[in-house]
């Protein structure tokens, strides 16, 4: 495919979301470099990021693998981010802005200006966004810190002076560009369980401005308004980072509670100023309104998933006989904010399931394969808590979309395949050790689904001798109806709100650390 095409389609999907680089002076630096009149100037971080670009192009114009294809075969556009690191230059002691952008798209890949500091930063963000695509997390998260680095370097994190040199595009591409930094790190740093490298007091830049550009400039820059939402989404995983995954014990339980009301009412506020474009319709799903739509309710998982975890340890369905009952019953608020965790899923389960339809599921994107992955473990949750047929089907539809994905090459998608048929293989023993009277003495009380959940959902599993193709699905919990009798209307509007429950809105409304001492997180 020529060059110009798969350029043309980077930039229809990457540049949604997020602000990697100036469109206008790329495409003006391309028509340089093919122009046989124009003597072009070699710029050796310029091609490192053209080649990801390629990439790019690469993987999002490829669908669906041919037939005949191989089950683990490269990923599409793996040739030219090889040619992409060759060209990669160790510049931090000089960074600029390119090199920046071209480091941020690595990270997409691997998981996937004209200042004379311009060219640094691009570099950056580039490797970023194409790491993803390739399942390499760790290496997501390490070109991410770099393109933080290297922008708190150049000081894109703090206000411009009012003498500053710099023209109005330069300025607003250097905030936006902070910002897209700053929302791959936090992403990647939430997902690594690592610390957040920038504290948000420490940050004094401006957000993207749109309406208070000049006409010709809003033809360079997009309406930032979809952007601005997965700011202050980002921002919110950094109180997930610190307050939710930091105390997760019963001494800290106060300190807890305090964090989940706290965070879910900052949830609440941002999806009730959402603008109405920006939420996801009734009818065909708007690719950019549901990856922000997956984007909130992740956020809501995470913050929730530790009571969710807790009521499952509570009821522990499994439980050996004579086993030792709670004392106490499980708090209302407890249950209501699983229950906060379930509607999530089930929420981004539907979206997922109806972009498959729409095919516009993003069958090599690792944020999808895992929104996938998160919300089907909740679901499994759910149905082990209390078996109902729609989330088990809902489980059911998952496995295939994350086995479709993985046999097109998903790097993510494998992972997470293998991962959930361990989890299920672990649910159909549980269930098989609780119903047998003979061999129920030999296993520990302590012993709980929850427990199983948690060590083989924070380790990479190899499944071995395993062969998915022959799991007998039927010998899990799954209820079954098979992907062919889904019911595509599972979970009804898409725009269900997760945190509507009026029993939730009265937790959120007290300020108080009190909660029922059935509520405490789980490990």
Known sequence: MPATLLVRVALRFIGQDYHFFLHRDFLQQLERAYSPTDSWRYDSVWACKFFVVLALGTLYSTATSPSGRVVGQSVPGTAYFLSAVALLQDLYEEPTIAQIETLLLFV???????HKHSTCISLTECQCFYSNALGRVKSAHVYSGLALRLSTCLGLHRSLEKNSHLTTVEEEHRVRLWWTVYCFDRSTSLRMGQPVSIDDADITIRMPLYTTLPDQLKEIFDCPD???AN???SQIEGDIIRNINCLTNSENTESF????????????NWDTKLPRKLRLGSRALDRPAASLQLHFNQCIILT???????VLRFKNPFSISGAASPSSPMSATSTTLAESCISAARTSSKILSQLFVENSLATYGYFDAHNLFSSTLVLIISAIISPNAKDSDAVQMAFHLLKSMRDNGNTAASQYFERLAQIQSTVGRL??????????AHISANDTTENALVTETTETIGLGHMQFEDYDWSQSFVGGHGSQDFDWAYGGDTSIDPLSDPLLQSFLGHMDGSLDDATRPSN
């Open 108 to 114: 997409s890949h691997d998981h996937i200006a004209q």
């Open 226 to 228: 979809h952007f601005c």
């Open 231 to 233: 700011i202050e989404l």
């Open 257 to 268: 509670v305090n964090s989940v009301r706290l965070i879910l009412t900052r949830l609440r």
């Open 304 to 310: 929730t998933r530790p009571i969710l975890l807790h």
């Open 431 to 440: 269930r098989a050790h609780a119903g047998d009277s003979h061999t129920s």
